[in-house]
Antibody
Framework: QVHLEQSGAEVKKPGASVTVSCKTS????????IVWVRQAPGQGLEWMGW????????NYAENLQGRVTMTTDPVTSTSYMELRSLRSDDTAIYYC??????????????WGRGTQVTVSS | SYVLTQPPSVSVAPGNTASFSCGGD??????VHWYQQKPGQAPVLVIQ???GRPSGIPERFSASNSGNAATLTITKVDAGDEADYYC???????????FGGGTRLTVL
């Protein structure tokens, strides 16, 4: 069965960086893209971007450009999301998720359980 | 950029029908997807491509899309349906998926 296993919770100080991993199993990794979505406390879902797992092509949300990098390792079927220059408003649950399409009609069919990232001095 | 508008909350008695609206300019021309997020859990896809039910989603869940509003309907609601429900479309102007703000379902 499809499974996305995310790395554990992180606590970081403002200005630091965090990397969240997403190890997938149960399907052919390179046939799907990995999407990253975050959810601040008590808030809705925010799309952060995606990485095409077969070639590493990325598309990032405009408000995160320059601070986020998403990468892919087809050998281990794992994707990574690095967020730099962390601020308190980056405190959120970060989800990795699987999507079939990187364009119109795009939707998410499987989600990881989420990784809590807390930014606090 | 495109904006999706969802009411913040919906309340319904057990056994009744809950309806969730997702408003957007000419949304009928977009493909709408719906997610259910129970407290403390990751979202789950409940409707894809306007009205399609993924495997494992009960027939109680249905959806439609017309004019400026898409609608998710849950019949015979029970306490297990308490969750936040999000609609999502592709925004061609910003080249990214966008989510509505979500609607919280409370079962009275």
């Amino acid at each position: 069965q499809v499974h996305l296993e995310q790395s554990g919770a992180e606590v970081k100080k403002p200005g630091a960086s965090v990397t969240v991993s997403c190890k997938t199993s149960g399907y052919t990794y390179i046939n799907y893209i990995i999407v990253w979505v975050r959810q601040a406390p008590g808030q809705g879902l925010e799309w952060m971007g995606w990485v095409k797992t077969h070639d590493g092509d990325t598309n990032y949300a405009e408000n995160l450009q320059g601070r986020v990098t998403m990468t892919t390792d087809p050998v281990t079927s794992t994707s990574y999301m690095e967020l730099r220059s962390l601020r308190s408003d980056d405190t959120a649950i970060y989800y990795c998720a699987r999507s079939v399409v990187a364009g119109p009609g795009s939707y998410i069919d499987y989600w990881g359980r989420g990784t809590q990232v807390t930014v606090s001095s | 950029s495109y904006v999706l508008t969802q009411p913040p909350s919906v309340s319904v008695a057990p056994g009744n029908t809950a309806s969730f609206s997702c408003g957007g300019d000419n949304i009928e021309h977009e493909l709408v997807h719906w997610y259910q997020q129970k407290p403390g859990q990751a979202p789950v896809l409940v409707i894809q491509f306007d009205s399609g039910r993924p495997s494992g989603i009960p027939e109680r869940f249905s959806a439609s899309n017309s004019g400026n509003a898409a609608t998710l309907t849950i019949t015979k609601v029970d306490a297990g349906d308490e969750a936040d429900y999000y609609c999502q479309v592709w925004d061609s102007s910003s080249n990214r998926p966008i989510f509505g703000g979500g609607t919280r379902l409370t079962v009275l």
